[in-house]
Each structure stands twice: as structure tokens, then as C-alpha cells.
């Protein structure tokens, strides 16, 4: 799926809103959307992948963290990704794991993001059409926890 064509969907993202699709957030960081609550915490960053450049979805991860940082708060990461034959959404899983687990490790024992979720761009768009809201249990079901 298109940057842009992500960027325009129509998120289910319940009460929340949706505070950026693709602006700068913080300095050097453009995640392609953002999701805050009523009270504006940060709830949920989405990055959606074109291409299975693995070192791209350590870049979501260790920028997604860092903003989360700086915002004093506990976001879900979601890694939406397009599906080739020779990498899978349980293959980038896989290999966001270690990293995500040193990172921690780094960082006293845990990191800002609460949770990286990764699942194919198909499984999102199924999501949305079938109603369900961004970290409902229903949404999770759908594709991989890191």
C-alpha cells in the first residue's frame, strides 16, 4: 500500500483522534500516523512498509521509542507491512525481537512503547472494514505481538 494511501485511511481509532498523517512530530521523525486521546496522550504510532528492508523496521522501532520518550508516554507501535514471498510479518516479528528486548535491556528493563504489533497491510485493511478499533482485542488478534 501507498504512503499516501495509508496515510488517508480511514483508522478506527474510537474515541481517540488521529494527530498527525505523515507531519513532523519531532525533529528528523514523520511516523505516517499518530493517535491521541481526548486528553491528548499519545495512544497509538502507525508506520506502514513498502518495502521488508528489516533495518527500516528497527528505524520505526528505535524513533517510535525515542518520541514516545520524549512525549512521557506509552503508545502501541504498529508496523503495518506489505508481504513478500521471502518475508513474512512473522519473519520481521522475529527480527524486531532481539532488538526490542536489547533495547529494554538498555533501558533499565523496559521501554516507553508498551507494545509493537506487526501485521500485513491486507489484515489492516480487513481490520477496518470489519469495524474494529486500533488495540481492541479483536485488532490484536490480527497480527503479530513482538
Not at 497509538?44 to 517510535?64: H, M, P, V, Y
Not at 508481504?83 to 525481537?97: C, L
Not at 528493563?109 to 486500533?134: P, T
Request: hydrophobic share 35%; no cysteine.
Amino acid at each position: 500500500m501507498k504512503d499516501d494511501d495509508f496515510k488517508n485511511l480511514a483508522h478506527r481509532v474510537g474515541v481517540n483522534v488521529i494527530a498527525s498523517r505523515g507531519s513532523t512530530v519531532s525533529t528528523g521523525y514523520k511516523p505516517d500516523a499518530t493517535v491521541r486521546n481526548s486528553e491528548g496522550k499519545l495512544m497509538f504510532i502507525l508506520e506502514s512498509e513498502q518495502k521488508t528492508d528489516r533495518k527500516a523496521f528497527l528505524g520505526d522501532l528505535i524513533k517510535a521509542e525515542m518520541y514516545s520518550e520524549q512525549q512521557n508516554a506509552n503508545p502501541e507501535l504498529i508496523i503495518i507491512m506489505q508481504p513478500f514471498g521471502n518475508t513474512t510479518t512473522q519473519q520481521i516479528t522475529d527480527h524486531i525481537r532481539p532488538y526490542k528486548n536489547w533495547l529494554a535491556q538498555k533501558k533499565g528493563g523496559a521501554l516507553s512503547i508498551s507494545s509493537v504489533q506487526v501485521l500485513s497491510d491486507a489484515d489492516y485493511v480487513e481490520a477496518i472494514q470489519a469495524g474494529e478499533e486500533l488495540g481492541s482485542l479483536a485488532f490484536r488478534r490480527r497480527g503479530y505481538i513482538v
